[in-house]
């Protein structure tokens, strides 16, 4: 990869992760996590991959870290509707900016959204058949990377698995992305943080080769479409 995209841009911050930042501009972002991530972070395919066949089989209990606008719980408890299994879900973001977007949302069966990180939920006792997050492990340094990998290990059930994904940095992702999201921007994500924070989170993602350097041991990482990354850690 040539370029300014050759080596992962872990200094470059995204606007959203500005504690000052406009908070309107911040609930416009949330607001429109779900538009974005349907197109650019295949949810029902993870959803198909990791969760559903685990809700044929009996009841699941899910966490996911680092929830954002809790988009993606809400759309896994509304598919997860007519499966034999009960699921049960925790969606938790630490950023009591993003905790008081979701809690605003009308409430969904089966979930429940609380400002946490890994750690109060490790201490609480909790365990889950599946962790999953989306976009966090671009936020982290490679030590903060590790540290929730490990942390998010020792909350699984036994035959439980986690899954973080995220991006594939490549210059691909990154003019695909500038080029698609330009005729939307000016209307479905005006006034939003998306398109500059997407270009940044692209900048600060890590290669297959990067993410497969941190990961602690007995992790695996694989590749998905588009421009897919996800560790993997199955108890
Ligand atoms: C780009 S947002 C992704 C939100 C959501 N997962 C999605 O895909 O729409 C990243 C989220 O990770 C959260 N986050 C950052 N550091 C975290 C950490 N150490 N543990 C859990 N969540 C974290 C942030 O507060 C933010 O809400």
């Known amino acids: 990869m040539a370029g300014r995209l050759a080596a992962r841009d872990a200094v470059v911050a995204e606007r959203m992760d500005d504690p000052d930042c406009d908070p309107d501009r911040l609930a416009r972002t949330y607001a429109r996590f779900g538009l974005m991530n349907a197109v650019v972070a295949a949810p029902h395919g993870a959803y198909r991959r990791w969760i559903a066949p685990r809700l044929r089989e009996g009841d699941v209990r899910l966490l996911d870290v680092g929830t954002g606008g809790a988009d ?8 997860a509707r007519r499966k034999p299994g009960r699921l049960d879900v925790l969606a938790i973001d630490p950023d009591p900016r993003a905790f008081a977007f979701a809690e605003r949302v009308p409430p969904t069966p089966g979930l429940r959204v609380r400002r946490m990180d890994t750690t109060a939920v490790l201490a ?3 365990r889950f058949d599946v962790v999953m997050s989306n976009h966090v492990l671009h936020h982290l340094s490679d030590d903060e990377a590790t540290a929730l990998m490990a942390e998010t290990a ?10 973080h994904r995220d991006i594939e940095r490549s210059r691909g992702a990154y003019v695909a992305f500038a080029l698609g999201t330009l005729p939307v921007h000016p209307l479905l994500l005006r006034g939003t943080f998306l398109r500059e924070d997407g270009l940044t989170s692209i900048r600060r993602s890590r290669t297959r080769a990067e993410l497969a350097a941190i990961v602690p041991p007995g992790w695996r990482v694989e590749r998905g479409r588009p421009a897919r990354l996800e560790a993997v850690h199955e108890a």
């Open 72 to 79: 993606f719980p809400r759309a896994v408890c509304r598919w």
């Open 124 to 126: 609480s006792g909790e």
């Open 154 to 163: 020792q909350l699984l059930r036994p035959g439980g698995v986690v899954v």
